[in-house]
């Protein structure tokens, strides 16, 4: 073969193999830039940042994120200064609009009630506050001892009811912060997040009856219909409470009523009869004469 020919050959093989390889470093370079995802910039804690503390400055910062970004995330760090945080948020994490106070509530407790609900406290002990292991965040169940008003509590002793189920510890003490160890510890008084309807059942109860804390696990939520107990129960081996059974109404017995003969007016008395004499006159002539008749009885 053509010596010629075949440098011509080697020639444009060399070509199109460098125009392949720039052109493949174009494609490359365009998905490479194409499929980076766009950044974003958001605001993140700067530390950790516990629950009740109100954000300051030098608390957040902002950084450009280049992954999704959550849904709330605030963009500003002059929305996020001078609010309380409801939830922990731990460093490097990006504040949500959710785990924040709204503006112009403050920080502490108060904070973290949101709108329609209300905090409660209840005096506990060792025993009501299940010693001391009734922490913020978890959940409890509220029970009532006492002896109810009527002739029921005389024949069945101290009752025994579930009055509130599930309900969330907002503080222990003046601890708002909640313990990822679960250690133990007593306080005298704890705070329930309940709503308006309920903080009056909780506070007549707290006054008129003896109140237990039932700790029950987070993520059962899901409520329980008891029957309640009582003292007799213990020794009877009976369970709940009896119903309270609405008495039947009496028979109405309706009484014969007397019935009176009507009164009849009295005739009144007829009129005594007149009887008036017939007189006949008769005339003879120049004579003048009258006889008088009686007339017959019956007849007029």
């Known amino acids: ?11 444009a093989l060399v070509i199109s193999a460098i125009a392949s390889l720039v052109l493949y470093r174009l494609i490359v370079t365009k998905l490479a830039a194409n499929a980076k995802p766009a950044m974003t910039q958001v605001v993140v804690a700067t530390h950790n940042l516990e629950v009740g503390s109100m954000i300051k400055d030098l608390d957040v910062k902002i950084v450009d994120w280049n992954g999704p970004v959550p849904k709330g995330a605030v963009s500003n760090p002059a929305d996020t200064v001078g609010r309380g945080v409801v939830e922990t948020v731990y460093e490097g994490e990006p504040l949500l609009d959710s785990r924040l106070a709204a ?41 009532i001892e006492g002896n109810p008003p009527g002739a029921t509590s005389n024949t ?38 309940v709503t308006p309807e309920q903080a009056e059942t909780l506070s007549l109860a707290s006054n008129e009856t003896r109140i237990q804390l039932v700790l029950r696990n987070p993520l059962d939520t899901q409520p329980v219909k008891t029957p309640g107990t009582a003292v007799s129960n213990l020794f009877t081996g009976m369970s709940g409470l009896p119903e309270n059974k609405t008495p039947a109404a009496k028979p109405v017995v309706k009484r014969p009523v007397a019935q009176t003969k009507p009164v009849t007016a009295a005739a ?14 008769v005339i003879t002539g120049t004579s003048r004469a009258e006889t008088k008749f009686k007339p017959e009885e019956g007849k007029q």
Do not use: H, Y
């Not at 010596?3 to 020639?11: A, M, W």
């Not at 069945?156 to 250690?183: F, P, R, Y």
């Open 1 to 11: 073969m053509n010596k010629r020919l075949l440098s011509v050959l080697g020639f």
């Open 103 to 143: 503006k112009g509530a403050g920080a502490g407790l108060a904070a973290m009630i949101p709108p329609g609900m209300r905090a409660v406290t209840i005096r506990v002990n060792d025993v009501t506050g299940v010693s001391g292991f009734v922490r913020p965040g978890m959940r409890v169940d509220v029970l």
């Open 156 to 193: 069945l002793g101290t009752l025994s009811k579930t009055l509130l189920q599930n309900m969330e510890v907002l503080s222990a003490g003046q601890d708002i912060q909640k313990d990822s160890e679960g250690k133990p510890v007593n306080v005298p008084v704890v705070n329930l997040l």
């Open 268 to 281: 009144p008395p007829e009129a005594p009869k007149v009887v008036i004499p017939l007189t006949v006159e």
